[in-house]
């Protein structure tokens, strides 16, 4: 069984493991901080967030430190403001980025 986002990714047989929030500022599933386990829409959702820098060049989520990126990945939609970074990428790239970055 494998849990974390795609920087902390590990294999265990530890049920509880898939219970610690933990993640890279930015890239986590905002969901683990409402109290969701880990899934595979988290892995997708950390997969969004590498996607939407490859197209943008932009973070989904940024701030001045870890504590405010933190700060910002649990209280922003990113649905909310990240198409506005996405007009030089296709509507298919943005559909599949919506649908990749959308919360629970």
């Known amino acids: 069984m494998s849990f974390a986002d795609l920087g902390l990714a590990c294999k265990t047989s530890d049920y509880n493991a898939m219970r610690q929030k933990c993640g890279t500022p930015g890239y986590v599933d905002p969901d683990i901080f409402w109290g969701y386990e880990f899934s595979p829409k988290s892995d ?12 943008t060049q932009f973070y989904l989520f940024s701030g001045d430190d870890s504590k405010e990126i933190l700060h910002n990945n649990k209280t922003k939609n990113p649905l909310g403001y990240a198409p506005k970074h996405c007009k030089n990428i296709s509507k298919d790239a943005v559909d599949l980025l919506k649908m990749m970055i959308c919360p629970r």
Do not use: E, K, R
């Open 44 to 55: 997708i959702f950390s997969l969004g967030s590498v996607f939407f820098n490859l197209a």
